[in-house]
């Protein structure tokens, strides 16, 4: 059987086993990134899977990731929140990390939520920042669609000209306003990882017109974008790196920062996700 093959039959089976053992399908799929992973806490549960519960997942290898996948309500809107996810300097390719996602667009999902913690490259920006992700730019040498393409899935060339839903994005906008929240807009862009920026790698990405940098989230996004779902993408800004004045960046103040935020970003996306017209 061709590699193409086990994949699509792969994904098909892990697709049966969930719809077997959940109840509805949800209109939601929400990706936690870095320490961000207690809004699944506020999900009112269903059902919970620990990945390695689930067929033909793969498992998550960084600590911060939690590894549950939770199916249940959130402000009154059917959800699935994968909580914790996997990347591309783990080992796994696009096709692989993005695996979960694709598995959950088959439930025919209408939104696609996805944070992250990212280092900031825009000076304006400072540690504790909430961006709301505008565009991409993928430096991750890997592609999820690469290989055969699955018509049933999505088109051979999906157009990513809107990646990020504008609608979703001035939601988001309106709702933080509504709560004295300020947040940010700007480009993400991804990079392999998992060693960190240097200064003259930093001053690169600002060159071409990132805003924040982080080792996810672009590839889930392509396949959201192929399965046909409206995308709105989050950053947690956990720090600003100035190449001209550069800091060592710690992975363990990445995560703290996070933590921080957490409960401020939880409390925007519930509001977001209340005013959702789905």
């Known amino acids: 059987m061709k590699e193409e093959d086990q994949y699509f039959k792969k994904v098909e089976e892990t697709y049966q086993f969930l719809k077997e053992n959940v109840p509805f399908a949800p209109d939601i799929i929400i990706t936690l990134g870095t320490g961000l992973s207690s809004l699944g806490e506020k999900v009112e549960k269903v059902k919970t899977f620990p990945y390695r519960e689930i067929p033909n997942f793969p498992i998550s290898t960084v600590e911060t990731h939690k590894g549950e996948l939770?199916?249940?309500?959130?402000?009154?809107?059917?959800?699935?929140?994968?909580q914790g996810r996997f990347h591309y300097y783990e080992g796994y390719s696009a096709k692989e990390l993005t695996f979960p996602l694709r598995v959950l667009t088959?439930?025919?999902?209408?939104?696609?939520?996805?944070?992250?913690?990212?280092?900031?490259?825009?000076?304006?920006?400072?540690?504790?920042?909430?961006?709301?992700?505008?565009?991409?730019?993928?430096?991750?040498?890997?592609?999820?669609?690469?290989?055969?393409?699955?018509?049933?899935?999505?088109?051979?060339?999906?157009?990513?000209?809107?990646?990020?839903?504008?609608e979703l994005r001035d939601l988001f906008k309106k709702v933080s306003q509504k709560l004295n929240e300020e947040v940010k807009e700007g480009v993400y862009v991804a990079v392999p990882g998992p060693s960190l920026e240097t200064p003259a790698?930093?001053?690169?990405?600002?060159?071409?017109?990132?805003?924040?940098?982080?080792?996810s989230t672009v590839p889930e996004v392509i396949v959201a974008v192929h399965?046909?779902?409206?995308?709105?993408?989050?950053?947690?800004?956990?720090?600003?790196?100035?190449?001209?004045?550069?800091?060592?960046?710690?992975?363990?103040?990445?995560?703290?920062?996070s933590k921080k935020t957490e409960k401020r970003l939880e409390k925007i996306i519930r509001a977001f996700i209340r005013d959702l017209k789905i």
């Open 227 to 257: 399965a046909g779902l409206k995308v709105l993408g989050i950053s947690v800004i956990s720090n600003v790196n100035d190449p001209d004045n550069f800091k060592p960046i710690l992975f363990s103040e990445v995560v703290e920062q």
């Open 201 to 215: 790698e930093t001053r690169f990405l600002r060159m071409i017109g990132a805003d924040a940098v982080g080792m």
């Open 70 to 82: 939770v199916f249940g309500y959130l402000e009154d809107k059917k959800v699935a929140v994968l």
């Open 106 to 166: 088959l439930f025919k999902p209408k939104i696609y939520i996805v944070s992250n913690a990212a280092g900031g490259l825009n000076l304006s920006f400072k540690a504790g920042d909430i961006m709301i992700i505008k565009d991409h730019i993928n430096l991750i040498p890997d592609n999820p669609l690469r290989g055969i393409n699955n018509e049933a899935w999505g088109p051979r060339f999906p157009d990513m000209s809107c990646a990020y839903d504008l």
